[in-house]
């Protein structure tokens, strides 16, 4: 009877001692929880910055890396560096949504669509580029350059998608998805990009004779 009572003993103490292992921390998270500077609290959940050097496999089999409270199956929070990836025969691009997760992104939804031109517009005017076509709705990148007898001015922005922030510095006041430049001599050169993903090239106080603005647009479909 003393031996069963030993071994039933053993049974609880050991699935207490198993049921979480702490690695430089008596206060574990999840099955398994490593503090790698060891500086979690002794009670409670680390914080933010403390969880930055740990690693944790909940119950459900899920890892966390900088998360003591991971979503998916990896949860990384912080930087991820692959080496040496193979190439595939038939790759599939890879995209990350927005709430972080990397997902494939299908061929046909990731190419792109380019729209090139020139235009003859006042020296205080503007012309509208409509999109490329209904299957390229946003604007991933534009590139225009104005001539004229004061000089040449070139304006480079790019955004995201449908008003996005534009890549190049915000001036002259205009809205958030707007880029301007100034001439080499006077006036100004200006991009800005519609809420329907059409794109305005203006010009303003351009001296000499009527510019020509030769641009190239690349649309996307995502």
Request: aromatic share 6%; glycine share 12%.
């Amino acid at each position: 009877m003393r031996n069963l009572y030993m071994s039933i003993m053993a049974l609880f103490v050991g699935s207490f001692v198993f049921a979480q292992v702490g690695v430089n921390t008596t206060n574990p998270q999840g099955v398994l929880h490593i503090d790698g500077a060891k500086d979690n609290p002794a009670t409670g959940a680390p914080s933010i910055a403390q969880q930055a050097n740990d690693m944790i496999v909940t119950s459900e089999g899920k890892v966390g890396i900088g998360t003591i409270t991971p979503l998916n199956t990896l949860d990384i929070n912080g930087g991820l560096r692959i080496q040496s990836v193979p190439d595939g025969t038939f790759p599939s691009p890879i995209g990350i949504d927005a709430n972080g997760n990397i997902v494939k992104v299908p061929n046909d939804q990731v190419s792109t669509k380019v729209l090139r031109g020139a235009q003859s517009i006042p020296t205080t005017g503007s012309f509208i580029i409509p999109l490329a076509d209904a299957e390229y709705p946003n604007v991933r990148s534009v590139v225009a350059c104005a001539f004229n007898s004061q000089g040449k001015a070139t304006v480079v922005g790019d955004i995201l998608g449908i008003n996005s922030v534009m890549g190049c510095e915000n001036g002259g006041g205009l809205s958030p998805n707007s880029c301007s430049i100034n001439y080499t001599s006077t006036g100004t050169l200006s991009i800005s990009i519609s809420s329907d993903g059409s794109v305005t090239i203006n010009t303003n106080a351009v001296l000499g004779t009527t510019p020509n603005v030769f641009y190239i647009i690349e649309y996307s479909k995502l």
